[in-house]
């Protein structure tokens, strides 16, 4: 008898699993009270945090602010720097290697720029999207609002604190690069071509100046992601000798921009990689 009540038991927990509703599990049969049945299920706080991130952390890096980053459990890496006015928002996709640079602030439509697809670079604000290899205008005229302008104007002081040359090299320079170079390539969209060289110019500078600050736990994952960096750097060089050669004015100003948003996409994949050599680590 012992047996047979205990079958009844793991009979009405398998019923709990494949009937949503469970009734109490009081009223055995015979009198003697059944096991309990306990479906344990995820909540949905639970599963939320599972899909959106497996690593999180929040450092401030002087001069540009707090940034919040995470590690999703694709693997998909993401950046937030948030300040007066704007919240400005950067992912990669390791596996389709795509970018995504989001700004947004109080009233306004959130900004979302896409680069590393298919489609190339597309700018859209809420129901507008536009193709910049389609109608470069139309992109540059959705790039407006206070978020965007307050974003810049922080990318742009920080830039300047960076070149008088005061700020000694940091464990989370490759994140203040990813912001810096976001800040540049929204200049060049809006119609500043030289805003991507001044801040890849600045970069690199920085990578190979002879003055470095000292770096023992993270030494390794830095100097790669600027070794990187540098060869990404030849890489644009190449490709923009090649825009530069071509005989239609708009053709060159085209690729020229094409050249700027793989050299981004592909600072990123180095940033990505930086990343999970870190493991968001280098943020204090």
Not at 12 to 37: F, N, W
Not at 71 to 78: A, L
Not at 172 to 190: I, T
Not at 217 to 243: I, N, P
Request: positive net charge; hydrophobic residues 45%.
């Amino acid at each position: 008898m012992a047996e047979k009540k205990t079958g009844s038991a793991w009979a009405g927990c398998l019923l709990a699993l494949l009937v949503p509703l469970c009734a109490p599990a009081s009223g055995a049969t015979g009198g003697v009270p059944a096991a309990p049945c306990v479906v344990p299920l995820a909540t949905p706080a639970a599963v939320t945090a599972r899909q959106d991130a497996a690593v999180s952390r929040t450092g401030r890096i002087p001069g540009l602010g707090t940034i919040r980053a995470s590690i999703g459990w694709d693997n998909r890496k993401q950046l937030t720097l948030a300040g007066g006015g704007f919240e400005v928002t950067r992912s990669f996709t390791p596996l389709t290697r795509e970018v995504t640079l989001s700004i947004a602030g109080a009233g306004e439509e959130p900004l979302v720029i896409r680069l590393g697809g298919s489609d190339g670079i597309v700018v859209s604000r809420g129901d507008r999207v536009v193709r910049v290899a389609a109608d470069a205008e139309a992109a540059s005229s959705l790039l407006g609002g206070r978020a965007l302008a307050a974003f810049r104007e922080r990318i742009g002081n920080y830039e300047r604190h960076l070149m008088t040359g005061s700020t000694r090299a940091r464990n989370d320079d490759p994140h203040a690069h990813g912001f810096l170079l976001a800040g540049a390539f929204v200049a060049s969209l809006a119609g500043d071509p030289t805003a991507v060289g001044r801040a890849r110019d600045l970069i690199t500078q920085r990578i190979r100046a002879k003055l470095r600050a000292v770096r023992f736990d993270f030494k390794d994952c830095v100097t790669d992601y600027e070794l990187y960096l540098l060869d990404t750097d030849e890489q644009r060089t190449s490709c923009l000798d090649a825009a530069n050669g071509r005989d239609s004015w708009y053709a060159r100003a085209a690729d020229r921009l094409g050249c700027e948003a793989e050299f981004m996409a592909r600072a990123m994949a180095g940033e990505g990689q930086f990343i999970s050599c870190t493991a968001l680590g280098v943020l204090t």
